[in-house]
C-alpha cells in the first residue's frame, strides 16, 4: 500500500535518450511534485503542479516537462538526456497544512 | 529567498546517548516545517510536521520544537539505537508557488553500537 510509487527506481540510458519516470499516488492529494537530489544530496524542487495549475522552477531545463494523466498521476518526461542530468529524482504529494509525502525516488544514470 | 541551514553536517555518537539536531531558517514566514529521515539510497520518510502555530511535536524518542521568531527548529533523539543511523533532513514551508518545501543539507547521523 505503497502512498506515493515511483517507476523505475533505477534508469541508466546514455546522451541524447529521451526518458520518463512514472509517479503514483493513492493519498488523495490535490498536488504533486517532482524534486531533484544532487550529488551533493540537496534536495531542490523541480516542479509542482495541481489540477488547475503547473508552477516550474525557473531553474529547470525546458528538456523537463511533467505530465500529468489524472490527478493520482504525474511524470516527469526528460528529452535529451545529459550528463549533468544524473542524479536521483524524487516525486512528491501533498504540501501545505499537510506535509509531504515522498516516493522512493529513481536514480536517474546518464553515459 | 529562504535558506535552510542544517548543524552540524555530520554527527556520531555511541548508542543510548540523547541528542540535538539544528535547524535554522532566514525567513520565519513559514507555514509548517517537516523534519525527515533518509536511509542511503532510500526514499525520504516524515518523521515529524510542526505547523507554524505550534511549539513541537512528538513522536516516540523523537521530540521536534519550533521557535519561528527565531528561526530555529531541533530534533532531539532520545536514548539513540544504532538504526536511527541516517541522514536528517529538515524543510520549510512557505506557501504555495515554485519555491515548495526549501530543504536543509541534512545532517548524517552515525549511531555507534
Known amino acids: 500500500d505503497t502512498a506515493v510509487s515511483q517507476t523505475p527506481k533505477y534508469l541508466v540510458t546514455q546522451m541524447g535518450n529521451d526518458k520518463s519516470i512514472k509517479c503514483e499516488q493513492n493519498l488523495g492529494h490535490d498536488t504533486m511534485y517532482w524534486y531533484k537530489q544532487d550529488s551533493k544530496k540537496f534536495l531542490k524542487i523541480m516542479f509542482s503542479y495541481n489540477n488547475k495549475e503547473l508552477i516550474i522552477n525557473e531553474t529547470v531545463p525546458n528538456r523537463f516537462s511533467p505530465k500529468s494523466p489524472d490527478k493520482a498521476h504525474l511524470n516527469l518526461h526528460i528529452n535529451s538526456l545529459e550528463l549533468g542530468d544524473s542524479a536521483v529524482y524524487f516525486c512528491?504529494?501533498?504540501?501545505?497544512?499537510?506535509?509531504?509525502?515522498f516516493g522512493s525516488g529513481t536514480r536517474l544514470t546518464v553515459v | 529567498k529562504q535558506e535552510v541551514t542544517q548543524i552540524p553536517a555530520a554527527l556520531s555518537v555511541p548508542e543510548g546517548e540523547n541528542l540535538v539536531l539544528n535547524c535554522s531558517f532566514t525567513?520565519?514566514?513559514?507555514?509548517?516545517l517537516q523534519w525527515f529521515r533518509q536511509d542511503p539510497g532510500k526514499g525520504l520518510t516524515s518523521l515529524l510536521l510542526?505547523?507554524?502555530?505550534?511549539r513541537e511535536q512528538t513522536s516516540g524518542r523523537l521530540n521536534a520544537s519550533l521557535d519561528k521568531s527565531s528561526g530555529r527548529s531541533t530534533l532531539y533523539i532520545a536514548a539513540s539505537q544504532p538504526g536511527d543511523s541516517a541522514t536528517y533532513l529538515c524543510a520549510s514551508y512557505s506557501g504555495g508557488g515554485a519555491d515548495g518545501l526549501t530543504f536543509g543539507k541534512g545532517t548524517h547521523l552515525i549511531i555507534q553500537p
Open positions: 512528491a504529494s501533498g504540501g501545505g497544512n499537510y506535509g509531504y509525502t
Open positions: 525567513d520565519s514566514a513559514i507555514y509548517n
Open positions: 510542526i505547523q507554524s502555530s505550534q
